[in-house]
């Protein structure tokens, strides 16, 4: 599967944002995925997952618990991260990730996902 993201840029403490993930190559039904960042001099970090086949089935770091939420299309083989409530350490390079084989306890660990798209700068400024 091939991933693209798209919808990162520069805005305000406080303002929204959706990211998009489109996929090719596969449908995203049968793939848990997901979204990571990463910011200067720091590792790349969790930041959200949806399971397979299942909208409902989703998993958010703490720090962004009520602020961010993720969801898919399988009409629109895409996975959307709507980002509220940003705050400057929201900072980073947003890369959506796909796996057939993570389990649930595993979403957290970026390495169990062999497919990456090539990530979206989101800036918010204090």
């Known amino acids: 599967v091939q991933l693209q993201a798209s919808g990162g840029g520069l805005v305000q403490t406080g303002d929204s944002l959706r990211l998009s993930c489109v996929a090719s190559?596969?449908?995203?039904?049968?793939?848990?995925m997901a979204w990571f960042r990463q910011a200067p001099g720091k590792e790349r970090e969790f930041v959200a997952a949806?399971?397979?086949?299942?909208?409902?089935?989703?998993n958010l770091a703490d720090s962004v618990k009520g602020r961010f939420t993720i969801s898919k299309s399988n009409a629109k083989n895409t996975v959307y991260l709507q980002m509220n409530s940003l705050k400057p350490e929201d900072t980073a390079v947003y890369y959506c990730?796909?796996?057939?084989?993570?389990?649930?306890?595993?979403?957290?660990?970026?390495?169990?996902?062999?497919?990456w798209g090539q990530g979206t700068q989101v800036t918010v400024s204090s």
């Open positions: 190559g596969s449908t995203v039904g049968g793939y848990v």
């Open positions: 949806i399971n397979r086949w299942s909208s409902s089935s989703t």
């Open positions: 990730a796909a796996s057939s084989t993570v389990i649930y306890s595993e979403h957290r660990n970026a390495p169990r996902y062999p497919y």
